[in-house]
Nanobody
Framework: QVQLVESGGGLVQPGGSLRLSCAAS????????MHWYRQAPGKQRELVAV???????DYADSVKGRFTISRDNAKNTVYLQMNSLKPEDTAVYYC???????????????WGQGTQVTVSS
C-alpha cells in the first residue's frame, strides 16, 4: 500500500515563510511527477506547483517567484518552500504523486490527507 504523508502546515504572518513536506512510503517501484495543490474555502482545488522526474518544474502564476518545489528522490519526498506568504495563500495544501507500485507496475494517482496553511496577522 502506497501512502503520502504531508507535514509542515500552520499559522504564519503575512510575509512569512513555511516549508511543506510530503513523503511517499510503501512498495514503490517508480515515482513520476509530484504536485502540490491547494483548496481555499469555497473555491476549487488548484494546482500550485509540479516537479517532474527529470527535475523540471512549473508553477501557478500566483506563486511564481515566491514558492519553490523540490524533491529528494532517495527519500521519495517532495517539498514546497513558501516565502512572502499572503493571506490569499490560505488554504488546505494537498500533495499528489504519480506512482507505480510493485503490486502492478502501473502508474496510479495518490493523494495526501492535506495540511492547513493559514496566513494571518
Amino acid at each position: 500500500q502506497v501512502q503520502l504523508v504531508e507535514s509542515g502546515g500552520g499559522l504564519v504572518q503575512p510575509g512569512g515563510s513555511l516549508r511543506l513536506s510530503c513523503a511517499a512510503s510503501g512498495m514503490i517501484f517508480s515515482l513520476n511527477a509530484m504536485h502540490w495543490y491547494r483548496q481555499a474555502p469555497g473555491k476549487q482545488r488548484e494546482l500550485v506547483a509540479v516537479i517532474f522526474s527529470d527535475g523540471s518544474t512549473d508553477y501557478a502564476d500566483s506563486v511564481k517567484g515566491r514558492f519553490t518545489i523540490s524533491r529528494d528522490n532517495a527519500k521519495n519526498t517532495v517539498y514546497l518552500q513558501m516565502n512572502s506568504l499572503k493571506p490569499e495563500d490560505t488554504a488546505v495544501y494537498y500533495c499528489n504523486a504519480i506512482i507505480s507500485p510493485y503490486s502492478d507496475y502501473r502508474y496510479h494517482d495518490y493523494w495526501g490527507q492535506g495540511t492547513q496553511v493559514t496566513v494571518s496577522s
